[in-house]
């Protein structure tokens, strides 16, 4: 396992775009302003604007934008600049040797999830869910997200619990503790690299699970999916962030969110609640990927005890 080293005032962000384009360059530049108000100086990659229909430019240009951001010296730590969908086209594409050799932070969610699986997997780097450039930084002044996101990525120290989005009450689906290694993220890109070389290990981990807009039955089948591929029985504990926008249109025709996330873990022992604030919300945290943890599913708490970056 590899720790990247904590951000410092005045250190350097470069921004990638591994997934979807931006509209515009205004939300761009609205991110930039918010992040050098936090005290960091920011970098676009090289190809970060570039369009390419759904993709943020050809494969190869933001496979290497992710290359030269570990490589340059000069940039302390990474922020995607959002998702969409095209990270799991570059999974093949990337030298995990130069991120081994020169770890740095890497921020992200959503589409980006791949990409960390592949990290993780490949080059055993802590990464962080959090906000990115355009969908976050860019339309949010929101002291909230501001403060977790400069708190997890300065601070050489655990972190400790990780707040429910203020405001919001945790929902307990099976009582019980856990300790572990959190690992997870997007339930749809968890899914969709089963069966690849990204494929995630939840054997005795905390497996960390967030969605955006999706009906009920397909986060039922995505979590079945899960169940037969023995994923939720290997966990030690699961914990869902919010999900966002993933009620039935018809709700007289559909299970409700929650009876497919308890009907998911019926007969298997393992403790979980749902509603920890990542994920697709304006107020979310960002939470360490990699690092051990441990969780209270009957008090919907979620406990970082390692640290998740060096000094």
């Given at each position: 396992m590899r720790k990247p080293p904590a951000l410092l005032p005045g250190s350097t962000i470069g921004i990638i775009a591994p997934a979807g384009p931006v509209a515009g360059p205004s939300c761009i530049e609205d991110g930039i302003r918010v992040l050098e108000g936090l005290g960091f100086r920011v970098v676009l990659g090289k190809h970060a604007l570039n369009k390419n229909k759904y993709l943020a430019g050809s494969d190869p240009e933001r496979a290497a934008d992710i290359s030269a951001m570990f490589l340059d010296p000069r940039v302390d730590g990474v922020v995607c600049l959002r998702g969409g969908y095209g990270s799991m086209r570059l999974l093949h594409r990337i030298d995990y040797r130069i991120i081994r050799r020169s770890p740095k932070v890497l921020v992200g969610y959503s589409d980006?999830?791949?990409?960390?699986?592949?990290?993780?997997?490949?080059?055993?780097?802590?990464?962080?869910?959090?906000?990115?450039?355009?969908?976050?930084?860019?339309?949010?002044?929101?002291?909230?997200?501001?403060?977790?996101?400069?708190?997890?990525?300065?601070?050489?120290?655990?972190?400790?619990?990780?707040?429910?989005?203020?405001?919001?009450?945790?929902?307990?689906?099976?009582?019980?503790?856990?300790?572990?290694?959190?690992?997870?993220?997007?339930?749809?890109?968890?899914?969709?690299?089963?069966?690849?070389?990204?494929?995630?290990?939840?054997?005795?981990?905390?497996?960390?699970?967030?969605?955006?807009?999706?009906?009920?039955?397909?986060?039922?089948?995505m979590l079945r999916q899960l169940w037969l591929a023995g994923k939720l029985q290997a966990a030690a504990g699961i914990v869902f962030g919010k999900f966002a926008g993933c009620e039935a249109v018809d709700g007289e025709e559909s299970f409700t969110l929650l009876e497919v996330l308890r009907e998911s873990l019926e007969g298997i022992k393992v403790p979980c609640?749902?509603?920890?604030?990542?994920?697709?919300?304006?107020?979310?945290?960002?939470?360490?990927?990699?690092?051990?943890?441990?969780?209270?599913?009957?008090?919907c708490l979620l406990n970082i005890i390692e640290s998740a970056t060096i000094q």
């Open positions: 980006i999830t791949a990409l960390q699986l592949a990290i993780w997997k490949k080059a055993g780097l802590v990464t962080f869910s959090g906000p990115m450039l355009a969908p976050d930084f860019a339309c949010a002044g929101n002291g909230h997200m501001l403060k977790q996101f400069y708190r997890a990525l300065t601070n050489p120290r655990p972190l400790g619990v990780i707040p429910l989005a203020p405001g919001d009450r945790g929902v307990v689906i099976k009582p019980g503790r856990a300790r572990g290694r959190l690992l997870g993220g997007n339930l749809s890109l968890v899914t969709a690299t089963l069966g690849t070389p990204y494929e995630i290990n939840t054997r005795g981990a905390i497996l960390f699970l967030e969605e955006v807009n999706e009906e009920p039955y397909r986060i039922d089948r609640f749902y509603g920890l604030g990542v994920g697709h919300i304006t107020l979310k945290a960002t939470l360490p990927l990699g690092v051990m943890a441990e969780m209270d599913a009957g008090n």
